[in-house]
């Protein structure tokens, strides 16, 4: 029988990174000109979001730098705008571009740490409850389906009002950003626990596992090195997923006056400032950051569609 | 091939297009059925098997699509025919039964339903009519009590009574073949006998041909009149049960009659044939077997063998049909 | 089944009690009970004798007890914000979110299944692309956006349907309805369709979804190996198992429902519990927090029961395995 390669001829293995671009993963990302596009948009939008104090043509928060007498300017491309008001101002004079661009920062740190923390206690409590097992397990998935009949949404909202009347206004005021991302995190870390408990539970019952508890290996290092391996592709998923929905769920607590202080605007906090003024005609205050949240959402769901059709064993 | 055969399949060829290129699944598969005969299909998982029954029955599952050849049922070529069309031979000229009856019966519906609606799909009977008509087969394939179980769901009977149901609804509009894919292979052993069985007693009333697709060269022995042995999508031994098991021909067939374990004591180990079925994505030039084979020559590297009748079966290979020459 | 009711009502009851001791601890140590139950212009007399009554000194058990038997008998204390007793607060404004949440109900499940189960059938079809593409678009939309767009269009352009509020309503006994009068329904017609939209493109997404995952099961193709009419696979066949996961979502949006309708009241000023909740929440009514709090979690826990007890009855292999 002959071998594929000529005998004799040392190949080097292929590296780490060659390995990754030659994956499916990779062919499949280039196959789709969604995934590719999404993924565009959002990089933007970070880009834009991370590097918004150099690059905004204004200093919305620098009172200084603001004239009433360039309030309430429309879009540029719109009778009675101007080329240095792209976007257009609202009714203090700010640049609406400026401020969208510090809106999308707030929006993006809130939802990123949301989906930080809702994953590190997700995980953290799935790999317990699926190792652990027994009273710990039901204790943890009791909790979790309790929390499940409520809408994420009601439970952010009522973490956040609590908050509000249970601490001093002053505490209350410093906090408030990371009460949010406490609110929007906890309301969400149960899809990552449930996932991540069926995943160990598979991988505990393999003969590796028993073979390495009976070597002493610890069960740290177990679920460390063999359970989240596996468990990777659809956590991702859940994360990107739940990025896009932190972000809605943010915008409606600010919406709602519940989320950021106004101190530090979001998206959804602009949008609550232009709603105020809907009817006076000047519609750009509250639609350029509706446009913005929109596709940033929309980006982050197609990409997250398409990880999920990635990660699918049932369509390989 | 005779006028005579109920069912002609002539080269034909089934290819998958997956992202990565066009995977072939049945290569220049060629074969015929008489009425009222029973031909196995035997071969290891992923040889092609049932995905021959699917083509005939039009149920490939996209994207796998017939890419040439040509199925004729008695005088008319159904390959060809729109779905709509298909459908209306389903069921009344081609039946199916499927491996696992637990999967092939809808677990929200009374069996009596899913048994009339079969029945009234095909035959003009009023309700009462396909009633009765229903508890006959259930009967006929040896149900107990048929009244009382008329409205159980699928779930509540045992995986043997199930399969009977599963025949009883192939049957019920009484078609002239049927195509049984592994049609007790989910069933215990204790139950596998007597639903072949029925199966077969059933169609040599009727009349029905059968495919029969099996791993299982025990149930073909069994049950088929004659049997074509598949490889890595082609045919590549047909002929009459007996003979193909008793002097088979085909190196592969060999291999396979000798691994069989039998019940008189073996006194060296198991036969077995080195290496493994090519998968669909990495099937060799010439003749897929070639790499397995003791007997291979430069010519079966090169050229894939086509089917050349000898001695009363159909053989696919150059080294024997060399041999057959020069004796 | 006995036993898995018994555990659902267990845990229903589980969460009852873990939900009114969180009520109670709001109402007794932020701000004054005394003030909560009676309000401000109570007496000193009246006071006294309430802060007897409610045994002040008394173990925490007692107090919560006592906290127990009040609200069931419907006694929750006096709003800060506008004075009147809150039971009967709450009690008003049901009426106008019940009746948005039905609308949007009807709304959601009317048009998103139908089109959900076009898609799955038709899923190559211009129509079910396009569909699932502005589903992916419903979804990426707040709630709230929805509103302001449906204003801005409706109401600040064109002027055809009013913004704010609920129009003329009918009153009879305990009831309120709007959709006796044409202001009335002219009102429901923006807030029923930014609280249905996100729940229409979910259940479009669902039942298209369940639809494929149906259609590629053994079942269906051995139907169609009989040669059962398309039209017999999709609506006898197909449709069946496609609605009993539906079903179970169903229900659980119809809480969902409640949560989202809190946005849409606040965005169209819409009189009903929601809003109230939220200005409650900004001006620290605690005894309307607290009371919310109890009955948001008693509609939730009997959701979630109706629904467990429909899948039961609807699903014959859990009925009579």
New interface residues.
């Given amino acids: 029988?002959m071998d594929q390669a000529p005998a004799g001829l040392l190949v080097p293995a292929p590296s780490v990174w060659h390995r990754f671009l030659d994956s499916d993963f990779v062919?499949?990302f280039r196959?789709s000109p969604t995934a590719i596009v999404a993924a565009a948009v959002l990089l933007l939008f970070v880009l834009v979001a991370l590097l918004a104090p150099w690059i905004a043509p204004q200093n919305p928060f620098d009172p200084t730098a603001l004239e009433l007498i360039n309030s309430r300017i429309p879009p540029a491309w719109l009778e009675g705008g101007q080329a240095r008001f792209p976007l257009g101002t609202d009714g203090q004079g700010r640049d609406l571009l400026s401020v969208l661009m510090f809106g999308l920062r707030i929006s993006l740190l809130v939802s990123f740490c949301a989906t930080l923390f809702a994953l590190a206690v997700g995980v953290t409590l799935g790999l317990i409850s699926g190792y652990a097992g027994g009273r710990i397990d039901n204790l943890i998935m009791?909790l979790a389906?309790?929390q499940l009949?409520?809408?994420t949404?009601?439970v952010a909202?009522?973490i956040d009002?609590?908050s509000?009347?249970?601490l001093p206004r002053s505490v209350h005021e410093q906090l408030a950003l990371w009460v949010v991302v406490f609110a929007i995190g906890i309301s969400t870390w149960v899809q990552y626990a449930r996932t991540v408990r069926g995943a160990t539970l598979v991988e505990k019952t393999k003969d590796y596992v028993h073979a390495a508890r009976l070597i002493g290996m610890g069960p740290l290092r177990i679920l460390f090195k063999h359970v989240l391996p596996n468990v990777l592709g659809p956590v991702l998923v859940i994360a990107t997923l739940s990025l896009?929905l932190g972000i809605?769920t943010e915008?409606?607590l600010s919406?709602?006056?519940?989320g950021v202080p106004p101190t530090s605007p979001s998206l959804?906090t602009l949008?609550r400032i232009g709603?105020e003024v809907?009817?006076s005609?000047e519609?750009w205050v509250?639609?350029m950051p509706?446009a913005c949240?929109?596709v940033l959402?929309?980006a982050i769901?197609?990409l997250g569609?398409w990880l999920r059709d990635v990660f699918n064993p049932k369509l390989k | 091939m005779t006028s005579q055969a109920l069912l002609r399949v002539q080269h034909l060829r089934v290819e998958i297009p997956t992202?990565r290129g066009v995977l072939l699944a049945l290569d220049d598969v060629s074969f015929a059925i008489a009425p009222g005969e029973i031909l196995g299909f035997v071969g290891e998982s992923g040889a092609g098997k049932s995905l021959t029954g699917m083509a005939i029955l039009g149920l490939l599952d996209p994207p796998g699509r017939v890419a040439s050849g040509e199925i004729w049922l008695g005088e008319r070529r159904i390959d060809t025919l729109s779905q709509r069309e298909m459908r209306l031979i389903r069921g009344k000229q081609i039946g199916a039964v499927f491996q696992d009856p637990l999967m092939s019966l809808n677990p929200l519906l009374q069996i009596g339903d899913q048994l009339i609606e079969s029945i009234r799909t095909h035959l003009p009977l009023s309700h009462e009519q396909a009633t009765a008509r229903a508890l006959e087969l259930m009967r006929a394939v040896g149900i107990p009590a048929p009244e009382a179980r008329f409205t159980a769901y699928p779930h509540q009977f045992s995986g043997g009574m199930r399969q009977r149901i599963v025949i009883a609804l192939a049957l019920c509009a009484q078609p002239l073949l049927i195509v049984a894919d592994e049609p007790t292979t989910a069933l215990d052993v204790s139950i596998q006998a007597q639903v072949l069985h029925l199966l077969k007693s059933l169609c040599r009333e009727q009349g029905t041909a059968m495919l029969l697709v099996t791993h299982d060269m025990g149930v073909i022995a069994e049950t088929a009149d004659r049997v074509a042995v598949m490889y890595a999508g082609r045919i590549v031994e047909i002929g009459p049960v007996a003979d193909v098991i008793k002097a088979p021909v085909h190196p592969y067939t060999r291999g396979l009659m000798g691994a069989i374990p039998s019940l008189v004591p073996v006194t060296g180990p198991l036969a077995q044939i080195d290496?493994a079925m090519p998968r669909l994505n990495a099937r060799p030039d010439g003749c897929a077997f070639h790499?397995r084979c003791p007997a291979a020559t430069a010519q079966c590297r090169a050229q894939s063998p086509g089917l050349e009748t000898r001695h009363g079966r159909q053989v696919a290979c150059w080294v024997t049909q060399a041999s057959q020459e020069a004796a | 089944m006995l036993r898995f009711l018994s555990t659902r009502l267990w845990?229903g009851a589980?969460?009852m009690l873990g939900v009114s001791f969180i009520s109670f601890l709001?109402f007794n140590f932020?701000g004054d009970p005394v003030n909560n139950l009676l309000g401000e212009t109570a007496t000193g007399a009246q006071k006294d004798e309430m802060r007897a009554a409610l045994g002040l000194d008394q173990p925490l058990l007692f107090r919560f007890y006592s906290y127990i038997s009040l609200a069931l008998r419907g006694e929750f204390g006096i709003s800060y914000r506008n004075l009147e007793p809150v039971g009967r607060l709450l009690m008003s404004r049901v009426p106008a979110t019940l009746e948005l949440s039905l609308c949007a109900a009807v709304l959601a499940l009317g048009v998103g299944i139908p089109m959900g189960v076009y898609a799955g059938i038709k899923r190559n079809s211009w129509l079910a692309q396009s569909m699932q593409v502005a589903s992916?678009?419903g979804?990426?939309?707040?709630?709230?956006?929805t509103g302001?767009?449906l204003?801005?269009i409706f109401s600040?352009e064109l002027n055809w349907l009013p913004?704010y509020g609920r129009g003329d309503v009918v009153k009879f006994s305990n009831w309120s309805t709007g959709l006796l009068t044409v202001t009335g329904l002219k009102s429901l017609v923006m807030p029923s369709i930014t609280l249905a939209l996100f729940q229409l493109t979910l259940f479009m997404r669902l039942v298209r979804s369940e639809m494929m995952e149906v259609l590629r099961t053994d079942y269906i193709k051995f139907a169609r190996a009989r040669g059962i009419r398309d039209r017999s696979i999709y609506f006898h066949h197909a449709l069946k198992n496609t609605l009993i996961p539906v079903i179970t979502v169903a229900g659980?949006q119809l809480?969902?429902l409640?949560?989202?309708s809190?946005?849409t009241e606040?965005?169209f000023q819409w009189p009903g519990l929601g809003l109230l909740?939220?200005q409650a929440?900004?001006f620290?009514d605690?005894p309307v927090?607290a009371a919310y709090?109890i009955l948001?979690a008693l509609l939730?826990?009997t959701?979630?029961a109706v629904v467990d007890m429909l899948y039961f009855w609807v699903d014959p292999r859990v009925r009579l395995g």
Avoid: E, H, K
């Avoid at chain 1, 919406?255 to 519940?258: D, E, K, N, T, Y």
């Avoid at chain 3, 979804?139 to 956006?145: E, R, T």
């Fill in positions: 029988m062919f499949s196959q009791r389906d309790m009949s409520f809408p949404i009601l909202l009522l009002g609590l509000r009347a249970l896009g809605l915008a409606t919406f709602l006056g519940l959804g949008i709603n809907l009817f005609g519609w509250t639609v509706g949240l929109v959402v929309l769901n197609l569609d | 992202r290496g790499p | 845990n589980l969460v709001l932020i992916l678009i979804v990426s939309i707040p709630s709230f956006l302001i767009i204003i801005l600040v913004a659980l809480g969902a409640i949560a989202f809190i946005i606040t965005v909740i939220i929440i900004t620290a605690i927090i709090l948001i939730f826990v959701i979630n």
